[in-house]
T-cell receptor, first 113, second 115 residues
């Protein structure tokens, strides 16, 4: 079974609008960490935001927030006030106690002017 | 500044040739990882190492080899046994001791192509 599932291969959003990128995960560990990364066309992976399995509040980092629903095993990334520079691939990842990282297949986001 | 350096940025391989991709980090991280990314695809784990002189195979280790003789360095060799090596290769490191909230830090990647 896939550890991380991203069901949206591609998404479009109007500039200045908000967009939600979906991510569901599968683990039996009680302790785990969830991450989102941005990959621009240049290829580097940029860490955006982190959510711990025991965190009571949703993580926020500037225009990025994480909608964490533990019972549903989902960790959706919300980008508010989209900018043209947000156009990129976005990857959801999970870190288990084993220290192994698991990545989803990514969502390509295009911001339309 | 601390970070991960991958070299070269672009690499070309001839048929039957082994090539080595360099990855160096000065973040004092224990764990290092190699991923392969094909166009429009996600990251697939090739090898990872949690400590010097020890490493484990990932999901697609066939045709690749690694070494971890120093904490700072984790070179990846793409051997002639890897029949379809054209891809983007990313090296990453993480703080093994710091807990689950420690993200992976990535290098800028190496694009490998077949001549």
């Amino acid at each position: 079974a896939q550890k991380i599932t991203q069901t949206q291969p591609g998404m479009f959003v109007q500039e200045k609008e908000a967009v939600t990128l979906d991510c569901t995960y599968d683990t039996s560990d009680p302790s785990y960490g969830l991450f989102w990364y941005k990959q621009p066309s240049s290829g580097e992976m940029i860490f955006l935001i982190y959510q711990g399995s025991y965190d009571q509040q949703n993580a926020t980092e500037g225009r990025y927030s994480l909608n964490f629903q533990k019972a549903r095993k989902s960790a959706n990334l919300v980008i508010s006030a989209s900018q043209l520079g947000d156009s990129a691939m976005y990857f959801c990842a999970m870190r288990e106690v084993s220290q192994q990282f698991y990545f989803g297949t990514g969502t390509s986001l295009t911001v339309i002017p | 500044d601390g970070g991960i350096t991958q070299s070269p940025k672009y690499l070309f391989r001839k048929e039957g040739q082994n090539v080595t991709l360099s990855c160096e980090q000065n973040l004092n991280h224990d764990a290092m990882y190699w991923y392969r990314q094909d166009p429009g695809q996600g990251l697939r784990l090739i090898y990872y190492s949690q400590i010097v002189n020890d490493f484990q195979k990932g999901d697609i280790a066939e045709g690749y080899s690694v070494s971890r003789e120093k904490k700072e360095s984790f070179p990846l060799t793409v051997t002639s046994a890897q029949k379809n090596p054209t891809a983007f290769y990313l090296c990453a490191s993480s703080n093994y001791q710091g807990g689950l909230n420690q993200p992976q830090h990535f290098g800028d990647g190496t694009r490998l192509s077949i001549l």
